[in-house]
């Protein structure tokens, strides 16, 4: 069972264009949110991330926005820029003891286009 | 500024064979975790270290063991290979403090023939 569902699995994007990615989890006591962008054969890089108590946060072109209500959370590229196509993964934690395990949802692959 | 460090970067084996991948954290950074990544899948949470103790453990088959050593690097230990093990294993650090911020590595590609 997928704790966190992300949609769409694909999205192809005009340059200078708006990308928005959706996510949705199940499990409140999720407590932070990470956006990971990943190129092909790469690890993932953090990119944003925020906690449930904020509604938004914006660093640089990229945006969360975030529904606690609603159980959902959003990532916004604005000017999208051929660079930005990779693949996305939304993500949620919770506190584990010292650690944190990250659950991943399923990945948007990003296609920007010149 | 000093990243993950994963080796080997590649690594192929035949079923039933051992394999041991090896992580070696950002330094300071006490805590380690494991994932696995399929083929156009997500990454999977396998198991986590801090302070060389095991601290969480996801899906990790009994056939996989890992420790964390002295120097905080890590070891991911894989025995009786099977094909469905082929995938991209990750290992990321974190700080103590900062858990959330989880730092990957570049992965290793392990394919299993």
């Known amino acids: 069972q997928q704790q966190v569902k992300q949609s769409p699995q694909s999205l192809i994007v005009q340059k200078g264009g708006i990308s928005i990615i959706n996510c949705a989890y199940e499990n409140t006591a999720f407590d932070y949110f990470p956006w990971y962008q990943q190129f092909p054969g790469k690890g993932p890089a953090l990119l944003i991330a925020?906690?449930?108590?904020?509604s938004e946060k914006k660093e640089g072109r990229f945006t969360i926005s975030f529904n606690k209500s609603a159980k959902q959370f959003s990532l916004h590229i604005m000017d999208s820029q051929p660079g930005d196509s990779a693949t996305y993964f939304c993500?949620?934690?919770?506190?584990?003891?010292?650690?944190?395990?990250?659950?991943f949802g399923s990945g948007t692959q990003l296609t920007v286009l010149p | 500024a000093a990243g993950v460090i994963q080796s080997p970067r590649h690594l192929i084996k035949e079923k039933r064979e051992t394999a041991t991948l090896k992580c070696y954290p950002i330094p300071r950074h006490d805590t380690v975790y494991w994932y696995q990544q399929g083929p156009g899948q997500d990454p999977q949470f396998l198991i986590s270290f801090y302070e060389k103790m095991q601290s969480d453990k996801g899906s990790i088959p009994d056939r996989f063991s890992a420790q964390q050593f002295s120097d905080y690097h890590s070891e991911l230990n894989m025995s009786s290979l099977e094909l469905g093990d082929s995938a991209l294993y990750f290992c990321?650090?974190?700080?103590?403090?900062?858990?959330?911020?989880?730092?990957f590595g570049p992965g290793t590609r392990l394919l299993v023939l």
């Open positions: 993500a949620a934690s919770l506190a584990s003891g010292s650690a944190r395990q990250l659950t």
């Open positions: 990321a650090s974190s700080l103590a403090g900062a858990e959330e911020t989880q730092y």
């Open positions: 925020i906690r449930p108590d904020v």
